[in-house]
């Protein structure tokens, strides 16, 4: 099998709550998704997506998904998509880094192989461990009540892990902790996520004011070093996201026991074979995960779902529906959120079938 054309789709992602705001002020309105389409010499045709979280999250923009997949696909057609490490050789040899630009044509390649092999996704990453995978809701910056009101709302449509972006005032995140753990029942999970936004005195205050209740610290400073510094004034269970964005800082984290959670996004390792890779030695070494993606829609959210429902149910912290969030259907056949968990689809490859009209006119095709 041989790629023939790379087609690339850029699509707008409106939020239900119009604004997801997190760490230092940041927000986004409306989100920048790339949807890349490949067909081949046998008929046989794949998606996939990347959706960067602003571009001020990690160092991955809207754009520069675009630029990147126009940098790669020259080199990719002709190849052989069912021959996944070969792809991933090929586009690492062409391109140094820029990760997410590579994730929407790996996950692209999963799909082909598995319509190819007329199996899902799943079972090519390992299997289906038990029936469902649960979801945690993010619950964008606000004032504290708001928030604590919002996870009861979020409550009520069936989720039971929630994700408090915090990142801001100190002693603001300090309220707005204690707000939503009051409002926390017996099984329910909070993290306090601060993708970033402490410097390590503020976060070892807050850590130290919430030393009380049942949840865990997430990300709280820029570098990995202020991380581990704030790791060693705190007993709250420690989860680490931005920092850990390939093998070698999961391995280094993993030395120094930085974390006890770590957060594996799809696109800020390269897509699902890179991503499954470090699945898999989490698995060995013990190492929970949230396994999501930066942001997306339908496509991601299928891909997540794929990757989260292979590994084994003890390792899976949480996950993300995006296409909950959003507005925007852009593909049939993506998993649908029931009682705050969701399931990977038994259709062939990631089990979707984009909506052409809402991706629109593509805004390049490679061939
Ligand atoms: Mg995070």
Redesign the pocket.
């Known amino acids: 099998m041989k790629i023939r054309s790379i087609t690339v789709y850029q699509v707008d992602l409106p939020l239900k709550e119009g604004r997801y705001s997190w760490a230092d002020g940041k927000y986004v309105e409306v989100f920048d998704s790339t949807v890349v389409a490949i067909d081949t010499d046998e008929g046989v045709s794949g998606v996939g997506e990347v959706c960067p979280l602003g571009p001020f999250y990690l160092p991955a923009f809207g754009p520069g998904a675009r630029a990147g997949i126009g940098e790669l696909a020259p080199h990719l057609l002709g190849q052989d998509p069912t021959q996944i490490a070969r792809i991933n050789t090929v586009m690492d040899q062409a391109l140094l880094g820029h990760p997410y630009a590579k994730s929407a044509i790996d996950m692209a390649c999963w799909d082909i192989l598995g319509r190819a092999l007329n199996r899902p996704v799943c079972l090519l990453l390992g299997g289906r461990f038990g029936d469902a995978v649960a979801l945690y809701r993010a619950i964008s910056q606000r004032p504290a009540g708001e928030m604590a009101d919002n996870v009861a709302q979020y409550r009520d449509e069936g989720y039971e892990k929630f994700?408090l972006k915090v990142g801001g005032n100190a002693s603001d995140d300090v309220a707005r902790i204690r707000a939503a753990s009051a409002v926390l029942r017996s099984g329910e999970t909070l993290v306090a996520?601060a993708?970033t936004g402490w410097l390590a005195p503020d976060a070892i205050r807050v850590a130290n004011a919430v030393s009380d209740l049942d949840v865990y610290i997430?990300?709280p400073c820029l570098s990995y070093e202020k991380c581990l510094s704030v790791r060693d004034n705190t007993q709250l269970p420690f989860?680490l996201?931005?920092n850990i964005d390939g093998l070698d800082m999961l391995l280094r984290a993993y030395g120094d026991r930085a974390m006890d959670v770590i957060?594996l996004k799809i696109s800020k390792v390269g897509g699902l074979t890179k991503a499954r890779q470090i699945r898999d030695l989490c698995v060995s070494l013990g190492i929970p995960m949230?396994i999501e993606d930066s942001w997306g829609g339908d496509i991601v959210t299928a891909a997540i779902a794929h990757i989260a429902h292979s590994t084994p149910e003890p390792y899976r912290f949480s996950s993300t529906d995006f296409n909950s969030y959003g507005t925007v259907n852009m593909a049939d056949g993506a998993p649908k959120r029931t009682e705050g968990v969701m399931q990977a689809s038994e259709k062939p490859g990631l089990g979707v079938t984009p909506r052409l009209p809402v991706l629109g006119d593509p805004v390049a095709k490679y061939e």
């Open positions: 994700q996520d993708n997430e990300q989860i996201d931005e957060n949230t």
